[in-house]
């Protein structure tokens, strides 16, 4: 199975003026399909995991039957590939709202300006790039965190419901180093939640 890009739901200037559509573009037609014709490269020379999804192969990364460097390969290209994929398809221009996770949030972080609030400090915390992640982890209960590169929730055993691209390619052209109003945007565009 090749993998390809995710069909948006939206047009790259829909996000505006939250999300630049000069950004949305290039992100996704350049870096995530970059991500996307490596992770394909690299997944060729093994048979049996085109026969696999690609978020089983990040999530088995560990276990596969392959050689060492492509292991890393896979990681870092299988891993953009896979986190984009969850990044595009949270992004909306109308809300769409998760009342059951909403009240989980609540329950578990005290309100959502406390989970918020928890997460913009993370992300601006985080040194380089990487993700900020609300997951279920392996008892079902939610954790936000953050992950270095392209690492994925999914090599820990964890499901992940939303992430924050860190890198700079995701905001640089609007915001260059005010990455904390990148993040807060980011609330206005993210459609699971108000």
């Known amino acids: ?14 996000l505006e003026p939250h999300l630049d559509a000069a950004t949305m573009e290039i992100h996704y037609s350049k870096h995530h399909q970059t991500y996307c014709d490596k992770f394909n490269a690299v997944i060729e020379k ?7 999804s690609a978020e089983d192969i990040v999530k088995n990364l560990n276990s596969l039957k392959v050689e060492e460097f492509d292991r890393t ?9 896979v ?8 992004l909306g221009s109308s809300k769409e709202l ?7 949030i609540d329950s578990t972080f005290g309100s959502l300006e406390d989970f918020k609030k928890q997460f ?8 380089g790039s990487g993700w900020t992640w609300l997951v279920r ?21 964890h499901t992940p419901i ?18 904390t109003e990148f993040f807060t945007a980011f609330w206005n565009v993210m459609k699971l939640l108000p």
């Open 46 to 52: 093994y048979p049996a995991l085109s026969e696999m």
């Open 83 to 90: 986190n984009h994929n969850l990044w595009w398809s949270i």
């Open 162 to 179: 939303l992430n924050l691209d860190l890198w700079e390619h995701a905001y640089y052209l609007k915001f260059q180093n005010r990455k």
């Open 98 to 104: 998760d009342n059951k996770l909403l009240a989980e």
């Open 1 to 14: 199975m090749k993998h390809t890009l995710p069909k948006l739901h939206y047009e790259f200037n829909a």
């Open 120 to 127: 913009i400090d993370l992300a601006t915390k985080h040194f």
């Open 137 to 157: 982890d392996e008892n079902n209960n939610l954790k936000i965190y953050n992950l270095p590169n392209q690492d994925s929730p999914l090599t820990i055993g």
């Open 73 to 81: 390969a896979i990681k870092n290209f299988g891993g953009g590939f």
